[in-house]
């Protein structure tokens, strides 16, 4: 049973920075994506960043290019975000699918943690 975990949220004044995990167990393909989303209240959800496991392609939202990295280390992935914004205030959420290209295209992600909680405010 495929199970993600995320961790590392938290509040954060303007400017901060925080670094999400997503921790996956019962995953045993070496083809896969991790994908981080996120969804403020009133929002539709949303994609932030992406990493292939076999091409270490990576893809970020234009909201967050630039201030926002996204990494992986084994079976855990991190999002590193800098320069923190009001607007970034959401639940950030790690899916996964199996794969080699780096989308993101919510439905296609198959397994989803439960999400993490961000909140940017002074």
């Known amino acids: 049973q495929v199970q993600l975990a995320e961790s ?3 509040l954060v ?3 901060g920075s925080l670094r999400l995990s997503c921790a996956a167990s019962g995953f045993s393909s070496n083809y896969y ?4 989303f996120r969804q403020a209240p009133g ?4 994609g932030v960043s992406c990493i292939s496991r076999s091409t270490g392609n990576t ?3 234009d909201s967050v290019k630039g201030r926002f990295t996204i990494s992986r280390d084994k079976n855990t992935v991190y999002l590193q ?3 923190l914004k009001p607007e970034d ?3 950030y959420y790690c899916a ?3 794969g080699t290209s780096c989308a993101l295209d919510s439905m296609n992600y198959s397994y989803w943690g439960q999400g993490t909680q961000v909140t940017v405010s002074s």
């Open 8 to 10: 590392g949220g938290g």
């Open 13 to 15: 004044q303007p400017g």
């Open 33 to 36: 994506v991790r994908g981080w």
């Open 43 to 46: 929002k539709e959800r949303e």
């Open 59 to 61: 893809y970020y939202a």
């Open 81 to 83: 975000m800098n320069g």
């Open 89 to 91: 205030t959401a639940v």
């Open 96 to 98: 996964t699918r199996h």
